[in-house]
């Protein structure tokens, strides 16, 4: 069974603060990895995607990949009440998957003011 | 943009309804999924399809079907709806080109009584 595990939280940071967030996968074979951000209520939405190890930056947000040690992050800086929300983290294993993506069971952030 | 559409945003039916959730997108796109969300359990597939007419099982496939008869419109079919099958289900599309993830549309909420 492929799993990715993150930690459910609540993970409470202040407004401009940064926020980290874990994500570790069990299939050593995973190609892509993805974070999806979903707020209360809503459906998923990609916020970012890393392929190669090391970081990705886009904005606040940073992606750090490490697949030696089978774990991907995601950090948030300067973080806003607007990016409290549930981030999950997505893996795709590549090759004739179809695209299939396993996800962890998602981390709650909550910023305050 | 992927634009991923559902037929309802909210649903209630009764126990032994036959129930059918409609999903459409626009990018012609050849894979999509049927997922369920609940609290604590994460996201998890039930069924997902590669084109027209062909589906594979995913994780929790008991007592769901499903059509794509078109490939832009993708449909879960609750055989006889039973009130554990309540939930918020979650349609997506994969798309290829660019970055290889899913799109999702904005959910159903359903409710068996």
């Known amino acids: 069974q492929k799993e990715v595990e993150q930690n459910s939280g609540p993970l409470s940071v202040p407004e401009g603060a940064i926020a980290s967030l874990n994500c570790t996968y069990s299939d050593r074979g995973s190609q892509s990895f993805f974070w999806y951000r979903q707020y209360s209520g809503k459906s998923p939405e990609l916020i970012m995607f890393i392929y190669s190890n090391g970081d990705k930056e886009d904005g606040r947000f940073t992606a750090q990949l490490n697949k030696a040690s089978q774990y991907v992050s995601l950090l948030i800086r300067d973080s806003q009440p607007s990016d409290s929300a549930t981030y999950l983290c997505?893996?795709?294993?590549?090759?004739?998957?179809?695209?299939?993506?396993?996800f962890g069971q998602g981390t709650i952030l909550t910023v305050h003011p | 943009d992927v634009k991923v559409t559902q037929s309802s945003r909210y649903l209630v039916k009764r126990t032994g309804e036959k129930v059918f959730l409609e999903c459409v997108q626009d990018m012609d796109h050849e894979n999509m999924f049927w997922y369920r969300q609940d609290p604590g359990l994460g996201l998890r597939l039930i069924y997902f399809s590669y084109d027209v007419k062909m589906k594979e099982k995913g994780d929790i496939p008991e007592g769901y079907s499903v059509s794509r008869e078109k490939k832009e419109r993708f449909s879960l079919i609750l055989e006889s709806a039973s009130t554990n099958q309540t939930s918020m289900y979650l349609c997506?599309?994969?798309?290829?080109?660019?970055?290889?993830?899913?799109?999702f549309g904005p959910g159903t909420r359903l409710t068996v009584l």
């Open positions: 997505a893996v795709n294993a590549g090759g004739t998957s179809y695209g299939k993506l396993t």
């Open positions: 997506a599309s994969r798309e290829l080109l660019g970055i290889d993830t899913q799109y």
